[in-house]
């Protein structure tokens, strides 16, 4: 069923009739027109109902036209493209589209939760907390349904298919908003050279001037708009980003932009659907405009009441009359528009007016068209539940405290109130300025700017059309001299400049009955919180805004109190007995406006969630068939698996080869040093713990090196090339860390020694090869150097040739056999691996990956770091004394001698065995001494490595236990996740080989 | 998409030689000026000479990027010209991927993923810079009109992808 456009009115507006377009709204079908937003399209088909409240589930209307609507929340799209909480005010209409309040459940007329309202004295402010949070008990039964009840949309579950994408810009001058303010200060801007961003949230250029009636050099409004945009698009230093809201504001002026490219198209939709701008801005131009307030009367909440201006943009704009017959209350001059376009749209009118000397101009133009004006004269009371029916209006005297009898009622379908301006002063705020009150203006206003930006028009309280064109001007001519543009002279254009009469204080509306008692007067529409709320919480001690703000949830939501804020300061200010500016503000956060997690995400999904680095033999391993094992970012072989052997059956063979013949490891992922100069020594000496100058050319050495604190940092094998040079090898996951801390160190303590670091980690690739038949490999390999012991000794470095190919040899094990490191240039790296292959052919080369490296290391008691430690573990407690060089200074030395580091219970590396010889100990398991010992079991340590060995066909395992060195032979107990205890021994961590004899062949 | 407007090539035919060494001794720059046929660029500029073109990585330290075929030869002349000196002289081909990207897109699929400012007022011709795009570390420099890129090898297959997807949007021509 297709409705027609009832309430469309014969104005031209900005809206297309020559491209009709279907939507559907909560299953419904209905027309508009290209041009339309959601809401305006809804209003044209007089669509009144648009969602129920949060809270007490009351009918609710769309209120206003722009980004402070709280009622009109929308979920668009369906399926893995759906996005919930728009609002309806902000999405433009396409063919097809297809929205259901995010609200009201099952239907929107049959709402279950709206009984809620019928107990709302019980649902008053604090309920939660009060009701569902205490006893604990209830919670968990009453959350699925309070959630599901109060609920604001729905998130897709499955993944977003549209793509999303980041941009970083630069500018001299970034203007956020494009209004009439914002249009002019782009155009001195670019007039001047700078480079400019030009950004608006809406579909158009123009901010105000789209619904205005005012004329600018004696035509609409909008021709100099068209003229300014084109003026701008014409010039290649600015940017014009319509559709894209600033959103936020961060520290040394850089903000973030939400690019919404292409949700407007539908299913015409292609390319990127939203981009993030990350923009950062010498000088910023905030020209934000202003929010119009409601009034705070009693059911102020009913569909069909709005604010003035936005019922002047549904008729001018989108030639929608939101009502027939109208009521429009203020407090100020502003909503006499509202009035005077009602009247134009052929609305009957009425206006109530607090004030008693009534309006400026605009006053008399309405007492000319004929508009009946009640001067001095209030709404106290609405009539009507799912839409307006009529208004009760009491005569007042300007005295807030008192109650007032109601005398008229006022048949309408319409109420249009304005209750001020308020400056929208987020980004400003975000920026880190304060907000100073004005009391003429009635309205905060931004005080002082702490970043480098300058606020203009509306958003500065400069609310006529030229005072904001002025603005614009001035402001941004500030902005340019601070960055050494001569600002372009331009004058702006002839405006209206009449200010009109003050507007007056009115910030709760007297009704018959007191606050407490009277039908709710609505402050936050959203989240349901009356004036009635806040004296409730200050009663309750709540006096704070921000505590307010959490106990009544003013403010929360999708729209974070745009509307609702200042009027519930107020209140709370006159329930305190207190001045608007003594109570404040709460805290402005981004984002202005809610934004999607897949423009936070980008481009960066996927594959490209974090770079994938691979080793230059990394096809060989997958011609192999080797799972991957992630290391950091690094992909490394895992193990290399014959058919059918699972993980366990192909590590117990790799190490059983590697024991008693020769495997094969890509261990090309070590951080690799290049490190010389004349003082090498001298800068090394205090890095690492052992003696460097000791060190003889050719000669290898395992080192370490701490943190300040004496932790274990960073490990691993160097070597001496030359009096001067040294080859450094460092953990996979500490490569670039270790080398920023080396030239942190030598860069900002010991700039004088004369050393310079070079990483050679992506230029070499290692190929280990180990096992007693390691060196037949090699030979057969064709390797031009002696190799056997006495010419080529264990821990020694040789530059050697194999198959041609130049290689670094290193005969170092970390498996306790035979075995030595080729280094090779990357490029070579997979045909040097494939020819040690072939070359171990006949001796049963068996490729090997990280598990089995980690058995083979742990049966020896060589620990990994990271793995066996994890920061607080310093070299004493691993039994590395032997390492602590007594004749020098290094780096964490004086740290080992503190209290805590000399502890005799500090947890320290011990070997464990299962003592029912079977039991492989998970990894991280508790241990505890005593575990019949009541609850809480104190824990005495925990297993950091734990393997099964075919060497030695049973399990071995390291941990670190409390005062573990003098506990050799005691009998503890592991404590496994099924409750059980198993009892192990600890011993040595050495498990195979103790006295080392089989890497000295 | 119709017409590429951005063209990727990894360019094979690159040595890269990492170079250490003390700007202020006149003895080290002499050197190796003799032996480059150039003078050492400035901060965040590079120099050229034949095939051969140096980029400024820091206050001591430079890369020199040549054909493959000259890079044995260069590296030996630079070793032999600064003999004795404290100087770090280090062959790294193996460890760079170099790329060139070209097309009316280029600055804006590289500001998708780089955070420095690419308008050609502040990264003109010449230019270089070490930076980050997307999640890896890379060396840019701009020459005339095409962009050079210089990404460790290992980041080399994720810097690929992130380009391809995130020059999908103008057209991306791998070639």
Same mark, same amino acid.
């Given at each position: ?322 009502? =027939?017959? /109208? +009521? ?6 502003? @909503? ?5 376009? &009602? *009247?134009? #749209? ?100 931004? =005080?002082? /700017? +702490? ?6 028009? @509306? ?5 006529? &059309? *030229?005072? #904001? ?121 981004? #984002? ?140 996979t996951g500490g490569a670039a860390n270790v080398l920023g801390w080396l030239e942190k160190w030598h860069q900002t303590e010991w700039p004088e020694l004369e050393v310079y670091l070079t990483s050679l980690t992506e230029q070499f690739s290692t190929i280990a090869v180990a096992g007693p038949k390691s060196r037949d490999v090699l030979k057969n390999a064709g390797c031009n150097i002696e190799l056997d012991q006495d010419s080529f000794p264990f821990m020694s470095v040789r530059e050697a040739e194999l198959g041609g190919i130049p290689v670094q040899l290193f005969r170092v094990s970390f498996s306790g ?185 | ?175």
């Amino acid at each position: 069923m297709t409705a027609v456009n009832s309430r469309r009115v014969s104005f031209a507006g900005r809206i297309d009739r020559s491209q009709p377009l279907t939507f559907r709204f909560n299953g419904k079908s209905y027309r508009g027109f290209a041009g339309d937003t959601l809401a305006s399209a809804l209003l044209a088909n007089d669509v009144a109902l648009v969602s129920r409240s949060f809270k007490l589930h009351r009918p609710r209307g769309i209120v206003g036209a722009g980004a402070e609507e709280p009622n009109a929340i929308v979920q668009v799209g369906s399926g893995a493209r759906t996005i919930p909480n728009l609002r309806a005010t902000q999405v433009e209409l396409y063919d097809g589209l297809e929205a259901r309040s995010s609200r009201g459940w099952p239907g929107l007329r049959f709402d279950i939760g709206a009984i809620t309202d019928r107990f709302s004295r019980v649902f008053a402010a604090g309920f939660y907390y009060k009701t569902f949070m205490r006893p604990k008990a209830l919670w968990k039964y009453s959350e699925y349904f309070i959630r599901a009840a109060a609920g604001f949309g729905v998130a897709p579950t499955d993944a977003d298919p549209d793509h999303y994408a980041h941009r970083n810009a630069h500018c001299d001058v970034l203007v956020a908003g494009g209004g009439p303010a914002g249009l002019m200060a782009a155009l001195v801007a670019a007039k001047s050279g700078a480079r400019v961003i030009l950004a608006d949230e809406q579909n158009e250029f123009g901010g105000s001037l789209l619904f205005a009636t005012d004329l600018i050099d004696g035509r609409p409004a909008t021709d100099w708009v068209a003229a300014t945009v084109a003026e701008l698009q014409a010039l290649d230093n600015v940017t014009l980003l319509p559709r894209s809201t600033v959103f936020g504001y961060y520290d040394h002026n850089f903000l973030a932009i939400a690019e919404r490219c292409s949700d407007h198209l539908g299913a015409a939709a292609s390319g990127v659907r939203q981009r993030l701008w990350r923009v950062r801005a010498k000088q910023v131009v905030l020209a934000q405009g202003a929010f119009e307030r409601p009034l705070v009367f009693c059911n102020n909440d009913r569909p069909g009441v709005m604010t003035a201006s936005a019922v002047s943009t549904y008729i001018n704009r989108y030639a929608v009359c939101p009502g =027939g017959r /109208a +009521v429009v209350f203020t407090n100020n001059d502003s @909503a006499y528009q509202a009035a005077l376009d &009602l *009247h134009g #749209a052929g609305a009957t009118v009425v206006i109530i007016d607090s004030r008693r000397h009534g309006a400026g101009a605009l006053g008399s133009l309405a007492s000319e068209t004929g508009i009946p004006v009640l001067q001095g004269h209030i709404v106290c009371d609405v009539a009507g539940r799912e839409h307006v029916t009529g208004v009760s209006v009491a005569q007042w005297d300007g005295d807030p405290s008192e109650s007032v009898s109601p005398s008229i009622n006022i048949e309408c379908d319409l109420l249009a109130m304005s209750g001020g301006w308020s400056p929208a002063v987020h980004l400003h705020s975000q920026a880190g300025g304060k907000n100073v009150w004005n009391e003429e203006l009635l309205c905060f206003v931004p =005080g002082v /700017a +702490v970043q480098q930006c300058v606020v203009a028009g @509306a958003g500065n309280g400069r609310f006529s &059309l *030229h005072d #904001a064109l002025q603005d614009g001007i001035d402001a941004v001519g500030a902005a340019l001299a601070k960055i050494g543009f001569k600002a372009a002279d331009l004058t702006p254009p002839s405006s209206d400049g009449s200010a009109g009469r003050p507007t007056q204080a009115l910030w709760r509306v007297p009704a018959a009955l007191d606050p407490d008692r009277c039908p709710k007067q609505f402050v936050d529409f959203q989240n349901d919180t009356s004036v009635a709320d806040i004296r409730l919480a200050v009663r309750e001690g709540y006096c704070n805004v921000e505590h307010v703000k959490r106990y009544t949830a003013l403010g929360f939501g999708t729209d974070q109190g745009k509307l609702g804020n200042i009027n519930g300061m107020a209140v709370l200010a006159e329930c305190l007995g207190e001045t608007i500016p003594a109570v404040g503000t709460t805290t402005f956060r981004p #984002a202005f406006t809610p934004v999607t997690f897949g423009l936070g995400a980008g481009e960066n999904t996927g594959l490209l969630l974090d770079p994938l680095r691979t080793t230059a033999i990394h096809e060989c391993h997958q011609d192999a068939g080797a799972p991957m094992e992630v290391v950091g970012q690094w992909h490394r072989p895992w193990y290399f698996p014959h058919a059918g052997e699972d993980l366990h059956a192909a590590v117990n063979r790799e190490c059983l080869a590697v024991r008693t013949a020769v495997g094969i490891m890509d261990a090309s992922t070590l951080g690799k040093i290049d490190a010389r100069g004349p003082d090498v020594v001298t800068f090394l000496e205090r890095i690492y713990t052992h003696n460097i100058g000791k060190m003889a050319i050719g000669r290898c050495a395992y080192g370490i090196m701490l943190r300040e604190d004496g932790m274990l940092m960073d490990d691993g094998v160097m070597a001496r090339i030359g009096e001067q040079q040294f080859y450094l090898t460092t953990t996979t996951g500490g490569a670039a860390n270790v080398l920023g801390w080396l030239e942190k160190w030598h860069q900002t303590e010991w700039p004088e020694l004369e050393v310079y670091l070079t990483s050679l980690t992506e230029q070499f690739s290692t190929i280990a090869v180990a096992g007693p038949k390691s060196r037949d490999v090699l030979k057969n390999a064709g390797c031009n150097i002696e190799l056997d012991q006495d010419s080529f000794p264990f821990m020694s470095v040789r530059e050697a040739e194999l198959g041609g190919i130049p290689v670094q040899l290193f005969r170092v094990s970390f498996s306790g056999e035979l075995a030595f490191e080729v280094n090779v240039a990357s490029r070579q790296a997979a045909t040097m691996w494939r020819q040690l292959a072939a070359a171990g052919k006949e001796f049963g080369i068996t490729p090997y990956g990280t598990e089995t490296m980690h058995v083979l290391r742990a049966e020896k008691g060589f620990v990994i770091v990271g793995q066996d430690t994890d920061g607080s573990v310093t070299p004493v407690d691993l039994r590395m004394n032997w390492l602590l060089s007594k004749d020098k200074d290094f780096l964490g030395k004086r740290s080992l001698a503190r209290p805590d580091c000399v502890r005799d219970d500090r947890k320290q590396l011990v070997g464990l065995l299962s003592e029912d010889n079977r039991t492989v100990i998970p990894e991280g398991t508790q241990l505890v001494t005593d575990p019949a010992a009541p609850t809480p079991v104190p824990m005495c340590g925990h297993v950091t490595s734990s393997y099964y060995s075919a060497s030695l066909r049973h399990p071995i395992a390291m941990a670190l236990v409390s005062g573990g060195h003098a506990r050799k032979d005691e009998i503890i107990f592991a404590s496994l996740a099924d409750g059980s205890a198993v009892p192990v021994r600890i011993v040595a961590p050495v498990f195979y080989d103790p006295k080392g004899e089989r890497q000295h062949v | 998409m119709s017409e590429a407007l951005i063209t990727a090539k990894v360019l094979h035919d690159c040595g890269h030689i990492n170079l250490r060494g003390r700007r202020n001794d006149a003895a080290f720059v002499a050197a190796v000026e003799s032996v480059c046929a150039t003078s050492l660029p400035q901060a965040l500029t590079t120099a050229a000479s034949g095939d051969l073109r140096i980029y400024w990585l820091g206050p001591d330290e430079w890369s020199l990027v040549t054909t493959a075929e000259k890079t044995a030869a260069l590296l030996a002349a630079l070793n032999g010209a600064t003999a004795g000196m404290h100087v770090a002289v280090n062959d790294l081909s193996a460890a760079f991927v170099t790329l060139a990207l070209g097309g009316s897109k280029v600055r804006e699929l590289l500001a998708k993923g780089c955070t420095i400012d690419l308008h050609p007022a502040a990264f003109a011709s010449g230019a270089c810079a070490h930076t980050g795009l997307a999640k890896a570390g890379v060396l840019l420099a701009l020459q005339h009109v095409e962009f050079r890129l210089i990404v460790r090898r290992s980041f080399a297959d994720y810097l690929l992808q992130w380009l391809h997807r995130s020059g999908a949007e103008y057209g991306i021509e791998f070639v």
